[in-house]
């Protein structure tokens, strides 16, 4: 079955630690993307990615950082630079806007 | 800056009612998506609406787009309790899927 993986479910950071996020897919989609939720809050863009070696800053953008050297893989690294990183973050992928996104499972991170 | 308003932002409604969601956006575009989650979970699609005067209905949800309004609806009827969670909507344009704050609808017996 295709899908979206993320992994991990939750994570815990310490201060001043980098952690990476990951999200694979097995749906042959050019575009990647990911979203930061809030608590009660909708959706912000952090990067997405149109096509492999490629990716564009979203809205919030600061004190996150992604590659996208496979087409399957857009891994996500929040950096000590991010100064409130506790949220739920998700990956997306699209075939194309006729069809919207495919969203992975999530990952919970927590600063400890 | 492009804007995604979705009224209410929390609907508390009783079983066997009928309502509707709106969802206005700032920006031209023809292509707007609805999508639910429900507490902790991650997003489920619902409906592609991709053109001006689209339709689409999936058991007790129905969507409409009215791209000269900008304007779209998620219409619900006869409410369940299996409905309650968050609904979002989402406009794209230059690239990107842009989304509304999410209406959290809640169906009480």
């Known amino acids: 079955d295709g899908g979206i993986t993320q992994s991990p479910k939750y994570l815990f950071r310490k201060e001043g630690q980098n952690v990476t996020l990951s999200c694979e897919q097995n749906?042959?989609?050019?575009?990647m993307y990911w979203y930061r939720q809030d608590p009660g809050q909708g959706l912000r863009l952090i990067y997405y990615?149109?096509?492999?070696?490629?990716?564009q800053k979203g809205d919030i953008a600061e004190g996150y950082s992604v590659s996208r050297e496979k087409k399957e893989s857009f891994p996500l690294t929040v950096t000590s630079a991010q100064k409130n990183p506790t949220a739920f973050y998700l990956c997306?992928?699209?075939?194309?806007?006729?069809?919207?996104?495919?969203f992975g499972s999530g990952t919970r991170l927590t600063v400890v | 800056e492009l804007k995604v308003e979705q009224n209410p932002l929390f609907l508390s409604m009783q079983e066997g009612k009928n309502y509707t969601i709106y969802c206005n956006y700032s920006?031209?575009?023809?292509?707007l998506y609805w999508y639910r989650q429900d507490p902790g979970k991650s997003l489920e699609s619902l409906f592609v609406?991709?053109?001006?005067?689209a339709v689409k209905q999936e058991g007790r949800l129905m969507a409409s787009l009215d791209t000269k309004a900008r304007l779209s609806t998620l219409h619900i009827t006869a409410a369940v309790h299996d409905l309650s969670a968050t609904y979002f909507c989402?406009?794209?344009?230059?690239?990107?899927?842009?989304f509304g704050t999410g209406t959290s609808l809640t169906v009480i017996p």
């Open positions: 997306a992928s699209s075939f194309g806007t006729d069809y919207g996104y495919t």
């Open positions: 749906l042959n989609h050019d575009a």
């Open positions: 990615s149109q096509i492999v070696n490629d990716f």
């Open positions: 920006t031209t575009s023809d292509r």
């Open positions: 609406l991709l053109s001006n005067g």
């Open positions: 989402a406009v794209y344009t230059g690239n990107q899927f842009y």
